[in-house]
T-cell receptor, first 111, second 107 residues
Framework: KAGVTQTPRYLIKTRGQQVTLSCSPI?????VSWYQQTPGQGLQFLFE???????NKGNFPGRFSGRQFSNSRSEMNVSTLELGDSALYLC??????????FGQGTRLTVV | GENVEQHPSTLSVQEGDSAVIKCTYS??????FPWYKQELGKGPQLIID?????GEKKDQRIAVTLNKTAKHFSLHITETQPEDSAVYFC??????FGAGTRLTVKP
C-alpha cells in the first residue's frame, strides 16, 4: 500500500509570491491534515479536511488555505509569502479519528 | 482547543538506560493517545498508541502508560539504543501535538 505522498519535496519562493503544495493520502483515507513544522514552534496544526470539507482549523492567518478533492487529494495554498513561512509542511492522512500517517513533507524556503 | 504539554524538551541517556517522556492534556473527553518518532529529514512515524480504556500498552522495548485521572500519558523506552535517537511527539485528539522531545542516546 502506497504511503502519503507530498509534492514537491523542496521549494524556494520569493517574498510576496504564492505557493501550492500537494498531498495524496493513503488509498481509502478520507481525512487529510496539514501541519507547519519549524524548529522553534514544533508541529502546528493548520487544518483538516474530510470528504472535501474543512473539519477543523488551526490558528493561522487567512493567507493559508486548503482544499480537498473528490479523490481525497488535498492542496494547501499560501499567498503573499513571508520569510516566516519558511518551514517544513507536513500532511497526514487518516482513515478515521485514530492513526494518522505522515508524508515526508515539503520544505519551503522563502527568500 | 486541546492543549498538550510535553516534557522534557531534550533528553540525553546512555545506551542501555531507560527514557521516559511525559505529556499532559486538558480535554477529559480525549480517548486516543499516539506517540510519533521523527528522524532527521523524515515525517513523523507512529510508534505506539493507546486508547482510554487501557492503562498500559507495550511493544517490545517501548510502552505507553495512561493516567486518565491525572490526564497524563507517558512513553517509556527501555534498553535504549543509538537508533532510538530522534524527536518524539505525543498527540491528543484532533491531532494537536506536544512540542516534542529530542532524545539522544549516547553509545
Amino acid at each position: 500500500k502506497a504511503g502519503v505522498t507530498q509534492t514537491p519535496r523542496y521549494l524556494i519562493k520569493t517574498r510576496g509570491q504564492q505557493v501550492t503544495l500537494s498531498c495524496s493520502p493513503i488509498s481509502g483515507h478520507r481525512s487529510v491534515s496539514w501541519y507547519q513544522q519549524t524548529p522553534g514552534q514544533g508541529l502546528q496544526f493548520l487544518f483538516e479536511y474530510f470528504s472535501e470539507t474543512q473539519r477543523n482549523k488551526g490558528n493561522f492567518p487567512g493567507r493559508f488555505s486548503g482544499r480537498q478533492f473528490s479523490n481525497s487529494r488535498s492542496e494547501m495554498n499560501v499567498s503573499t509569502l513571508e520569510l516566516g513561512d519558511s518551514a517544513l509542511y507536513l500532511c497526514a492522512s487518516s482513515g478515521g479519528y485514530s492513526e494518522a500517517f505522515f508524508g515526508q513533507g515539503t520544505r519551503l524556503t522563502v527568500v | 482547543g486541546e492543549n498538550v504539554e510535553q516534557h522534557p524538551s531534550t533528553l540525553s541517556v546512555q545506551e542501555g538506560d531507560s527514557a521516559v517522556i511525559k505529556c499532559t492534556y486538558s480535554d477529559s473527553a480525549s480517548n486516543y493517545f499516539p506517540w510519533y518518532k521523527q528522524e532527521l529529514g523524515k515525517g513523523p512515524q507512529l510508534i505506539i498508541d493507546i486508547r482510554s480504556n487501557v492503562g498500559e500498552k507495550k511493544d517490545q522495548r517501548i510502552a505507553v502508560t495512561l493516567n486518565k485521572t491525572a490526564k497524563h500519558f507517558s512513553l517509556h523506552i527501555t534498553e535504549t539504543q543509538p537508533e532510538d535517537s530522534a524527536v518524539y511527539f505525543c498527540a491528543a485528539p484532533l491531532m494537536r501535538f506536544g512540542a516534542g522531545t529530542r532524545l539522544t542516546v549516547k553509545p
